[in-house]
């Protein structure tokens, strides 16, 4: 079939696989274009690993260290009439390219917040590698299912005890806006902690530990992010918010348990992903901090992002930590006159000018290249195979 990008909102519900391979080869290609990684991780499993800052992170340990990865994710396959995810589309690459340089790569697809997801994985780590000395994760999921009680928890993105009004951009009709987003029940800020907090994070540290399948001196990550204060009310004092502060309390757990300096929080960079699309205000905010950054020539996407994480950070036996302990790669972002420029910006930005003031042009283009759209070299107007094989379990 002849795949074209088909957008609704903040999702595209197609994907070319053709493209998304590409985007993949980018990324491994800039990787291989770095010094090999220091201290570089031997066997790493990445929970979440199919998109964005996930999928980064299955690619700079393979191909900068040459690690051996296991990725678990929830993605759909395709079929002869329609299109796989992105995320389909990306681990076949990934693997695909692991193959050609005899990298060891296996796949899990399904709920990684279950218990039978966490034992396949478990079984496959003691057969294939026997221990993992990292763990990277990388979970953005919109509900979880506990398999303590078998309720189902949705997450929302929204202010806690006051409504909140701010522009934002439609990003179907490159329009400002403004927004009001009412503000979260007890309820809702107790389920989104249940999906975007830590407690999966603990569940899987500690299934790993009692199969005795976490080496010695294992370390493991999980991200997170924090931002400018215009986003503040919707997101780090909001229910996400909430959720990260339950993410640094596991961190903070986890290091009491294994040890220091085993779980670390990393707050990374605001970029285009399938999950800071769908966040009002944000993709207006991304927009004007593009522009402001390539400008200045220090613009970071997913992959120089966790490059830098294992190169600069995981690469010291003394890690370098903010006040509260964590990692921080969003501090090109958010240099202090970086967000004074951003923010007078922000008071300026209409519809009118924001093609002028912002790099909206650079949201949408990388918008679509997470679904392998609008990447040089591939031909869109080609047949193409919905169908990719992976080495994913289900």
Same mark, same amino acid.
């Given at each position: 079939?002849?795949? #074209?990008?088909?957008?609704?909102?903040?999702?595209?519900?197609t994907?070319?696989?053709?493209?998304?391979?590409?985007n993949?080869?980018?990324?491994i290609?800039?990787?291989?274009?770095?010094?090999?990684?220091?201290?570089?991780?031997?066997?790493?499993?990445?929970i979440g690993?199919?998109?964005?800052?996930?999928?980064?992170?299955?690619?700079?340990?393979?191909?900068?260290g040459?690690?051996?990865?296991?990725?678990?994710?929830?993605?759909?396959?395709?079929t002869?009439?329609?299109?796989?995810?992105?995320?389909?589309?990306?681990?076949a690459?990934?693997?695909?390219?692991?193959?050609?340089?005899?990298?060891?790569?296996?796949?899990?697809?399904?709920?990684a917040f +279950?218990?039978e997801?966490?034992? #396949?994985?478990?079984?496959?780590?003691?057969?294939?590698?026997?221990?993992?000395?990292m763990?990277?994760?990388?979970?953005?999921?919109?509900?979880?299912?506990?398999?303590?009680?078998?309720?189902t928890?949705?997450?929302?993105?929204?202010?806690i005890?006051?409504?909140?009004?701010?522009?934002?951009?439609?990003?179907?009709?490159?329009?400002?806006?403004?927004?009001?987003?009412?503000?979260?029940?007890?309820?809702?800020i107790?389920?989104?902690?249940?999906?975007?907090?830590? @407690?999966?994070?603990?569940?899987?540290?500690?299934?790993?530990?009692?199969?005795?399948v976490?080496?010695?001196?294992?370390?493991?990550?999980?991200y997170?992010?924090i931002?400018p204060?215009?986003?503040?009310?919707?997101?780090?004092?909001?229910?996400?918010?909430r959720a990260? @502060?339950?993410?640094?309390?596991?961190a903070?757990?986890?290091?009491?348990?294994f040890?220091?300096?085993?779980?670390?929080?990393?707050?990374?960079?605001?970029?285009?992903?399938?999950?800071?699309?769908?966040?009002?205000?944000?993709?207006?905010?991304?927009?004007?901090?593009?522009?402001?950054?390539?400008?200045?020539?220090?613009?970071?996407?997913?992959? @120089?992002?966790?490059h830098?994480?294992f190169?600069?950070?995981?690469?010291?036996s003394?890690?370098?930590?903010?006040?509260?302990?964590r990692?921080?790669?969003?501090?090109?972002?958010m240099?202090?006159?970086?967000?004074?420029?951003?923010?007078?910006l922000?008071?300026e930005?209409?519809?009118?000018?924001?093609?002028?003031?912002?790099?909206?042009?650079?949201y949408?283009?990388?918008f679509?290249?997470?679904f392998?759209?609008?990447?040089?070299?591939?031909?869109?107007?080609?047949?193409t195979?919905?169908?990719?094989?992976? +080495?994913a379990? @289900?």
């Open positions: 079939m002849i795949i #074209q990008p088909k957008i609704r909102g903040f999702i595209c519900t994907a070319h696989p053709e493209g998304c391979a590409a993949v080869r980018d990324q290609a800039h990787v291989k274009s770095q010094p090999s990684l220091a201290n570089a991780p031997k066997n790493v499993l990445v690993s199919s998109t964005g800052y996930g999928l980064a992170s299955r690619i700079v340990p393979a191909f900068g040459g690690a051996k990865t296991i990725g678990v994710f929830f993605e759909k396959p395709g002869d009439r329609k299109t796989g995810s992105a995320g389909w589309y990306n681990t690459a990934f693997e695909a390219e692991a193959k050609k340089e005899g990298l060891y790569a296996r796949s899990f697809n399904g709920d +279950s218990n997801m966490k034992a #396949q994985v478990i079984d496959a780590i003691k057969r294939d590698l026997g221990q993992v000395d763990v990277i994760y990388s979970l953005a999921s919109p509900r979880r299912t506990d398999p303590a009680d078998g309720e928890y949705k997450s929302c993105l929204k202010p005890g006051a409504s909140f009004t701010q522009k934002t951009v439609n990003t179907d009709k490159a329009e400002v806006e403004m927004i009001t987003i009412e503000p979260a029940t007890d309820e809702e107790a389920h989104t902690t249940k999906v975007m907090g830590g @407690e999966d994070w603990e569940l899987w540290m500690n299934a790993l530990a009692d199969a005795g976490l080496a010695d001196g294992a370390r493991t990550i999980a997170s992010y931002g204060e215009l986003t503040f009310p919707v997101y780090t004092n909001g229910t996400i918010g990260k @502060e339950h993410l640094e309390q596991s903070a757990r986890l290091n009491a348990k040890g220091s300096d085993t779980a670390w929080v990393s707050v990374n960079k605001a970029l285009v992903t399938q999950a800071s699309s769908a966040i009002p205000v944000v993709p207006l905010y991304i927009s004007l901090l593009y522009k402001e950054m390539k400008k200045r020539g220090n613009h970071e996407g997913c992959i @120089e992002q966790i830098r994480l190169a600069d950070r995981l690469s010291s003394n890690v370098p930590v903010d006040e509260k302990g990692i921080r790669i969003d501090d090109w972002e240099q202090n006159d970086v967000q004074a420029t951003v923010a007078k922000w008071e930005v209409s519809t009118e000018n924001l093609s002028e003031i912002s790099d909206f042009a650079g949408q283009s990388e679509l290249r997470l392998g759209f609008g990447i040089g070299g591939v031909d869109y107007n080609a047949e195979d919905p169908v990719r094989e992976t +080495s379990e @289900e």
